[in-house]
């Protein structure tokens, strides 16, 4: 589908026409959206508007490409990238731009396109090509601030575990964030790049008007590449944590048994030395020896159990191994 708008030397906007009237001498200047094109519409990007071959490449390439800034003789050509807000997918928005036409191109449907479209049935006569690019790629890039924040909100949640959670699930939720962070970081750190190269190329005398607008939107994403690693870093701590509480309860576990196989010991040597089939054995002879025996190995076994217990051997207290887990999560 094409849309057509253009802007009259008089401010008049007019939306949804012929895209034959862009070319009357009473525009002033114009925007044509490709959304969801047909095969019918592409070839309109080399027949119609003439554009490079490479940059249509470009736009119609299935593998996604990196967001990138290539400047041609009338026009500059920018591919940037937005986020499907569900899967954190990027997709691709295509701009042809110079200061007489701004030329969109994209795949699939962008909310963030229908927005200033509509923006600009009452404020077109106050915009230019280059402003609706910033207004384009500022929307585009606030769009991924609540994925961001999303992030942190999930982490956090692992990280207090109010709802007393196993630690497997934890760990299998975050991981599952890692993954959602990575994917995010594909698409935030090249379009930092981006805008870095934007902000600062000497070729674009047409942006030093908006230069400062388009130096926001590169803080904007320096700030949320700088959140997305220190999340990673806020990940792997969480993660470290967890494998840490993991191995103390392990370690607590080998010690008990370890314990429990200790005390055992000399009181399975006292039932196997009588336990021999010896004639001469003067004990068993003893009325009492029975009970003797049996008091013995109890003494023993108390004596080492309490032992145990004095060294820090054996631990029960269910509230200091709750105060450990929550010290370390802390760190």
């Known amino acids: 589908m094409i849309r057509t708008s253009i802007i009259m030397e008089n401010g008049e906007i007019q939306s949804d026409v012929p895209l034959s009237r862009i070319k009357e001498k009473d525009v002033k200047w114009y925007w044509v959206d490709f959304s969801e094109p047909s095969s019918k519409d592409i070839r309109l990007l080399k027949l119609y508007f003439r554009f490079h071959p490479l940059a249509i490449?470009?736009?119609?390439?299935?593998?996604?490409?990196?967001?990138?800034?290539?400047?041609?003789?009338?026009?500059?050509?920018?591919?940037?990238?937005?986020?499907?807000?569900?899967?954190?997918?990027?997709?691709?928005?295509?701009?042809?731009?110079?200061?007489?036409?701004?030329?969109?191109?994209?795949?699939?449907?962008?909310?963030?396109?229908?927005?200033?479209?509509?923006?600009?049935?009452?404020?077109?006569?106050?915009?230019?090509?280059?402003?609706?690019?910033?207004?384009?790629v500022d929307r585009l890039v606030d769009d991924y601030f609540p994925l961001v924040y999303k992030i942190e909100d999930r982490l956090n949640r692992i990280e207090d575990n109010t709802n007393e959670e196993a630690d497997s699930d934890l760990m299998d939720e975050l991981f599952d964030i890692r993954h959602d962070m990575s994917k995010l970081r594909r698409t935030l750190v090249p379009m930092r790049d981006l805008m870095y190269r934007i902000s600062n190329s000497g070729r674009l005398n047409a942006l030093k008007e908006e230069q400062l607008y388009f130096n926001d939107v590169y803080d904007h994403l320096i700030k949320l590449v700088e959140m997305l690693e220190s999340y990673r870093e806020f990940s792997s701590d969480i993660r470290d944590n967890y494998l840490s509480i993991n191995s103390d309860k392990m370690n607590n576990i080998m010690m008990t048994l370890t314990v429990i196989t200790t005390i055992f010991m000399p009181l399975t040597f006292i039932a196997g030395l009588y336990g021999m089939n010896f004639v001469n054995m003067p004990e068993l002879d003893e009325p009492n020896g029975y009970f003797i025996v049996l008091g013995v190995m109890g003494l023993i076994a108390l004596i080492m159990f309490g032992a145990f217990l004095k060294i820090g051997w054996l631990r029960f207290g269910s509230k200091k191994r709750r105060k450990r887990r929550r010290l370390l999560r802390l760190k």
């Open 57 to 136: 490449e470009d736009c119609l390439d299935d593998f996604s490409q990196r967001p990138k800034l290539d400047f041609y003789d009338q026009y500059i050509f920018v591919l940037m990238h937005g986020i499907n807000s569900k899967t954190l997918d990027s997709h691709e928005v295509n701009m042809f731009v110079n200061s007489r036409f701004i030329v969109t191109f994209h795949k699939e449907p962008v909310s963030q396109l229908k927005q200033i479209w509509e923006e600009m049935k009452e404020e077109g006569g106050e915009l230019s090509p280059f402003k609706v690019m910033h207004r384009i």
